[in-house]
């Protein structure tokens, strides 16, 4: 997949295009560009349109926590290219996607702001949340930002937490991934404001669900977080076109599987699948992982599974 021009990978010796810079930009990890971070997003551009400039947003690859716990498991919910891509379609202009390494993560609060936001991005103005930290140590708060910022030249706002404004809990990728490893699409829902997803290329398998009726697409997560081991309903979009279907991730016990993979069957599919890109959008946990005693047992109930994603799926207004 072509990678978008308006994504800028930059690490402490990369030029910025004058093209790219005086922009207003908003700052954070935003993982998974939630409801939270739309708002915010929001509020970036109309500033960004005040000012008459183009609107960024700031985001940091790898994600620190993977910097300093590279052994750790994938926790992610939109790795880089998959985030670019949500927030250029919420309309910002440009992404710039810093790379975080032992150079960025012992830059001073101060030697930040002076480094990167005004000598290497060159920014007109910069937005961050009510609890951003920054800078080594993350010892950087939202206020030092405003007054390093201005000391600057750019133009600081600090933007209150966004919540769901029912007098509930604040929108939070840390829920949201707390949602998905216990299987709650519903909630990841409700926090993200579209259907959780995850992309890859689709990969050769042991063609077990061909011989059972149910031909699936095979994907490995790489840097996604792992969702709970269950089958789920969800849509899928190969080439722009979307489907309806019924997913697994765990371990295959019935058949003593090895290894973990996203196995998806697609209705209504004819065709060979595999090399192609792929983004499975889940919608509801069906059941549980569990072992059956016999492949016909399994073939029976994956049928019960592809008629429950089916009646999701029409709830949902999707084409199955």
């Known amino acids: 997949m072509v990678e978008d021009p308006r994504l800028y990978r930059l690490d402490a010796n990369t030029p910025l295009p004058s093209s790219a810079r005086n922009c207003v930009a908003l700052m954070g990890n935003m993982d998974g560009v939630h409801l939270g971070h739309q708002a915010l997003i929001e509020e970036t551009r109309y500033r960004a349109d005040g000012a008459g400039q183009l609107s960024a947003a700031i985001i940091f690859d790898p994600h620190p926590r993977r910097f300093f716990q590279p052994d750790a498991p994938a926790f992610e919910l939109t790795p880089l290219a998959h985030k670019a891509d949500l927030l250029l379609a919420q309309g910002i202009d440009r992404v710039f996607a810093l790379t975080f390494n032992e150079h960025l993560s012992q830059l001073s609060p101060q030697q930040f702001v002076s480094q990167v936001l005004h ?79 995850v992309r890859g290329t689709i990969v050769r398998g042991e063609r077990l669900g061909h011989q059972l009726g149910f031909p699936t697409a095979n994907m490995a997560l790489g840097d996604y977080m792992a969702p709970a081991k269950a089958i789920y309903a969800v849509s899928l979009s190969v080439d722009a076109q979307l489907y309806g279907g019924v997913a697994y991730y765990g371990e295959r016990p019935t058949v003593d599987g090895t290894g973990v993979m996203l196995e998806a069957h697609l209705f209504d599919f004819d065709g060979d699948l595999y090399g192609r890109s792929l983004e499975v959008f889940f919608h509801a946990l069906l059941r549980e992982d569990e072992k059956f005693t016999s492949l016909e047992d399994l073939k029976i109930q994956m049928e019960k599974d592809a008629n429950a994603a089916r009646q999701i799926l029409r709830q949902d207004s999707l084409p199955v």
Do not use: C
């Open 119 to 197: 000598q290497q991005l060159g920014l007109s103005g910069i937005l961050v949340g009510e609890e951003f930290q920054f800078g080594k140590g993350r010892a950087g708060t939202a206020e030092n930002l405003k007054n390093f910022s201005q000391a600057q030249g750019i133009d600081p706002h600090i933007i209150a937490v966004v919540s769901d404004g029912m007098g509930a809990e604040k929108y939070s990728s840390s829920t949201i991934r707390q949602a998905i490893a216990q299987g709650d699409m519903r909630k990841a829902w409700q926090q993200l404001g579209r259907y959780w997803s």
